[in-house]
């Protein structure tokens, strides 16, 4: 059964510093991975999607990475923001199976 | 270009009453999702529609929930009695296929007293 987790679970920087999140999974037999935001209140938006032959994929200041292999993914944010404060969560598709999510990681970027 | 609806945003009721929430999907996808979201558990899946057929249904918690999808445009997902540990927020998904990136709406916030 496909487990994913995200470390850390919450996080605090300073307006303008780059960060890393993490996402690892238990079944590397992956279709693609996605990352997603979720603001207080609201449902998720999906940020960027890697297919499985893919290593990165980059939407302005946000680069997503996947290790197949190893089962992890990075989502690395440059020159945080207050605006990028909110909860980020990593979920992966095993094809035919729906996603399956981490329990996200909880983001504070202070001015 | 509306996303995906989901009513009511909050519901509050008693134990033991029906709940109905209700989700119109994006226009043209033929994918839907329900999901529910606790601190405790996360996001989870509960069931998914393909083509307006329940395709998988194993995260459904017990014969209590039951989801329904008459249209391509409308499904809802249903709990009869309700209990206090469903509490939670439930969100609605929909995407062009299964493997497809999946909008949300903004959920039903559901608290049972």
Known sequence: KQEVTQIPAALSVPEGENLVLNCSFTDSAIYNLQWFRQDPGKGLTSLLLIQSSQREQTSGRLNASLDKSSGRSTLYIAASQPGDSATYLCAVNSGNTPLVFGKGTRLSVIA | ?113
């Open chain 2, 1 to 113: 270009d509306a996303g995906v609806i989901q009513s009511p945003r909050h519901e509050v009721t008693e134990m033991g009453q029906e709940v109905t929430l209700r989700c119109k999907p994006i226009s043209g996808h033929n994918s839907l999702f329900w999901y529910r979201q606790t601190m405790m558990r996360g996001l989870e899946l509960l069931i998914y529609f393909n083509n307006n057929v329940p395709i998988d249904d194993s995260g459904m918690p017990e014969d209590r929930f039951s989801a329904k999808m008459p249209n391509a445009s409308f499904s809802t997902l249903k709990i009869q009695p309700s209990e206090p540990r469903d509490s939670a927020v439930y969100f609605c998904a929909s995407s062009l296929e299964g493997d497809q990136p999946q909008h949300f709406g903004d959920g039903t916030r559901l608290s049972i007293l």
